[in-house]
């Protein structure tokens, strides 16, 4: 199996080289790439394949919120994990809303880390605590739609980090309806992708940590 390849985007030279040991050392990794703001990681991204983008949020030239959206524009298929020190309201739901797969702050453990980039490019949504519990402290609206009880499952199933085959094995449906249900709870809750949906679920009360 090819190494998930990493693009390592902050404006701190110590911190990419931190990140690139840790990763580096990881036989499913490489780390193909380096920036120091936005700008770069889009012409580094638009130079070089990468499946995972690593990316500050508070960077000169080009920050991180705008630099996801314009990613997503540009390479759709490329996964961007934010890791930043920053867990307020503004920082956290812009991201998000730009399209980042997961978010982390710098404290993490190495460990997590490391799991959180493989579950990154799996397409799975990745939540710190805090910023799990930031989401869930803010006000939250009702549902455009409320949401049916098999939906509230496959959403818990998804915020738990289950794939699109383990939700449907562990409900005893077919990895098609699952897709449909997320298809549902997308339009309810007004999101786009499974990063936004468990977003917007800890941010309405419908998920609890």
Do not use: W
Request: proline share 5%; charged share 25%; with cysteine.
């Amino acid at each position: 199996m090819d190494p998930i390849r990493v693009l390592i985007v902050d404006d701190h030279p110590v911190v990419r080289d931190g990140l690139r040991g840790v990763l580096d050392g990881e036989p499913d990794m490489r780390v193909v790439g380096e920036a120091g703001h936005g700008a770069e990681a889009l012409a580094r991204a638009q130079a070089t394949p990468v499946d995972v983008v690593l990316m500050d949020l508070r960077m000169p030239v080009m920050g991180g919120v705008d630099a996801i959206g314009a990613l997503r524009r540009l390479a759709p298929e490329v996964r961007v994990l934010v890791l930043t020190t920053f867990d307020t309201d503004r920082d956290v739901l812009p991201a998000i809303e730009a399209g980042a797969t997961g978010y982390l702050l710098k404290d993490t453990p190495r460990e997590e880390l490391v799991r959180a980039v493989r579950a990154a490019h799996r397409g799975e949504a990745v939540l710190s605590p805090a910023v799990a519990g930031r989401l869930m402290g803010q006000v939250r609206g009702p549902a455009q739609d409320a949401l049916s009880a098999r939906e509230l499952e496959v959403l818990r199933l998804v915020a738990a980090g289950c794939t699109n085959r383990e939700t449907a094995q562990r409900l005893f449906i077919s990895e098609a309806t699952v897709k449909t249900h997320l298809l549902h709870i997308y339009a309810k809750l007004e999101v786009r992708d499974r990063a936004s949906a468990v977003a917007a679920g800890y941010q309405r009360g419908l998920l609890t940590s």
